[in-house]
């Protein structure tokens, strides 16, 4: 009896829990994601990347939601969500670029295309522009070595690029046109 | 399924390919050079011109000469046009018949091609990497029929043991010792992982086979599960990886659907399932006792071994991991048996091992050579030198590698004779240097890489690399005296014997590679008054 109990009270814990008080409406990609993983620990990760996508960026509204629903303590999750890379805790430009800066890509030039793009937008690596345009990032390795130096447009792989070409493709998104 | 289904799709499958297939490779490289474009102008080309019933478009993986992409290869005609233009899609359906294709015409004999052997990408640019049929009908899922109804666990493990495998990831474990450790554990809940982490920079091997031949990777795994004992596995991708992560998920999909992959699997009492973990962004997480812990759902720390993971892994049960490439080679072996794998290779290193050739040379892409060809016949040969120059260095092995100079080009590829020059096979990754290339600007890029790559658990490694970072770039700016080159030297020697993992152990080689063969480079850069011995003075 007991045990029936603790189930439907845990049932309607989730399903309270499941309408995120401000009606946004991605949270409830989240819910889904979540409730596909069962709740599980382990999905953390996986749930970061579905709540990044989502929400372009982790603000802290999302950790703790995320915190909360996995029943994990806050510190794991603001851990977890620091140690890696690819999850950011500020906000991203609408466009991204990402310049690789892994050894091929390096020694074929790679430098110098980071440097062109870093003077042409007036924004260092790992920043976005005021206007919250574009974010210019970097990368170890893409694992396009074979068409080095390579840079990644909102998604897309490009490869040999030069200077100019990025640059190019950058003002196709209206960036630094005025400059 | 049983092997009648299985043969009788095989057969289907061959019964409805055209005579003629234009191969045109969607992998990753080539995508980037707009082949997608090339694909959908050549099938329109094939329908414009009446060839549909005997020309077929076959979006394949990765033929390996990357640098060059787009590729479009006509089979079996044998001719591969390189840097195709969507224009040129329609004069190369038109070259079938006798036409002239407006692209240019790719030298399948060069030694680019002609020196390779092909057993992990025996598939690549050949099948459909999205099609569970194409691979079938190239034998595919034979093996682990076999494997299921005709050995027994202890077998599989005898046959993998009989080949000399040595693990793929780096560091050459033998693979049949590490199943058998994991199959001698005691029966219960155990784990097949693969690692697809491969965050060395200048290294695309396990990317190209997973995008070009993902059931050949779950085929692989299947049978460790088969041979260890274990139902269940986990493929860990790095998140930079999405086209790879699509189509595993694909096969994934389509192995469940005819009963390859869940619950009794080929009617048998053994079930595998397999599930993706996606990286997301961090170089230490390729280490097996991180990658577990993010498999976990954790932050990427390494931890102490023993116990290593074969006895204790994910969840606390044996789990065995093994490299993309590595699993990629069960199949074939399983195939051709043990003795086939072994007699290819050198006495130590068995095989076949696939290369990442980039940098300063004239042919970029993968290759798959036996193990014992020369660092000379690679890059000279097959890549073609240099365009305009001479090699200086080939780094191997990535931030635990090291740069092997010109004059050491003779030495045969396998594992022994790279560590003996104080580099590394490392995951394959072979970056060529030219003249123009300062090494000291290359160890302080590795040494970038691992300050940002540490997971800090661990002071050497964490402290450590920082202070060689910066040790470099004084030496670079010239501020350096022979104090500090002493001081990095000795840097050197305490992170790689005193921190934990494989990363900071390895994390001083580049440093400790170019300092013993481009000595000068780094001398000439030091403050020649303090070389004369006397006291720098800071002006
Ligand atoms: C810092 C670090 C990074 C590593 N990265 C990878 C990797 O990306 N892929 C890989 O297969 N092994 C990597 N390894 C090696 C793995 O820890 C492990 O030895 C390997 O996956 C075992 O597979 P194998 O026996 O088939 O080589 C790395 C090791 C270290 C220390
Ligand atoms: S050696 Fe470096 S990466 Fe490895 S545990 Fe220590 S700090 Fe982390
Ligand atoms: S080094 Fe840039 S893609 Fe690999
Ligand atoms: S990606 Fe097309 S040949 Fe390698």
Redesign the interface.
Known sequence: MESTGIKTKQKADRQAASEHPSGDKRFKVLDITMKRAQYRQDALIEVLHKAQESFGFLEEDVLLYVARKLKLPLSRVFGVATFYHLFSLKPSGAHSCVVCLGTACYVKGSGAVLSALENHTGIHQGETTADGQMSLMTARCLGACGIAPAVVFDGTVAGKQTAEEAIDKIKQWGIGNEA | MDITELLEIAEKERSHQKPIRVHCCTS??C???NSLSVKKNLEGAVKDVGLSDRVQVVGVGCMGF??N?PLVEIDPQEKLYERVTPNDAASIIEAINGGIATAPEGDLKHPFFARQLRIVRENSGKIDPESIDEYIAVGGYQPLYKVIHDMTPAEVVDEITRSGLRGRGGAGYPTGLKWATVAKMPPGQKYIVCNGD???????M??SVLESDPHKVLEGMAIAGYAVGASEGYIYVR????LAIERLETAIKQAKKLGILGSQIFYSAFDFKINI???????VCGEETALIS???????NPRPRPPYPAQEGLWGCPTLINNVETFANIAAIVREGGDWYASIGTEKSKGTKVF?L???IRN???IEVPMGITLREIVAEMGGGIPDGEVKAV?TG?PSGGCIPASLLDTPVDYESLSNLGSMMGSG?M???DKE?SMVE?AR??ME?CR??T?GKCIPCRAGTVQMYHTLTKILKGEANQTDLERLQALCDMVKHTSLCGLGQSAPNPVISTLRYFPEEYTTLIKPDVLNGKVAVSH
Request: proline residues 4%; charged residues 20%.
């Open positions: 990753t490289g995508r980037a050079a990357c640098g992409g491969e965050g060395d920079p200048g290294a695309f396990d990317r998140a930079e990886y999405p973990r996606i990286g997301a962004g961090a170089f993010s498999i976990e759902g954790g932050r990427g990442a980039t940098g300063k970029n892409g993968l780094q990535g990754g970056v060529v240097m290339t290359v890029f590795y890489f940002g790559e997971c």
